[in-house]
């Protein structure tokens, strides 16, 4: 069964930095595109940065200049650089990723970690 494993959340004050890391694991074929999305107490989740197979960016206005997105594709690795960090960037951080298992069919699907908390106090 394939997997994503986040780490790296945690309390912050406002102005300071942390780093998220998600792992993929188990029978993989390709990963694809990965990602991340948050989602705040009552609202709906959202896109905060995505990377493709080729290291291709994109991100959310809100972050953008203060977040960074990479991966390591040997690893099947992606990392979030969160600097600068606001009280508004507190939420439920989740990764994704676009992959496709080892198996008879080689279907991309989409798999989700099961979240890591961000909280930034001001």
């Known amino acids: 069964q394939v997997q994503l494993v986040e780490s790296g959340g945690g309390l912050v004050q406002a102005g300071g930095s942390l780093r998220l890391s998600c792992a993929a694991s188990?029978?993989?074929?390709?990963?694809?595109?990965m990602g991340w999305y948050r989602q705040a107490p009552g609202k709906q989740r959202e896109l905060v940065a995505r990377i493709n197979s080729g290291g291709s960016t994109n991100y959310a206005d809100s972050v953008k200049g203060r977040f960074t997105i990479s991966r390591d594709n040997a690893k099947n690795t992606v990392y979030l650089q969160m600097n600068s960090l606001k009280p508004e960037d507190t939420a439920v951080y989740y990764c994704n990723a676009d992959l496709i298992p080892a198996g008879p069919y080689l279907r991309s699907t989409a798999y989700w970690g099961q979240g890591t908390q961000v909280t930034v106090s001001s």
């Open positions: 188990g029978r993989i074929f390709s990963v694809n595109a």
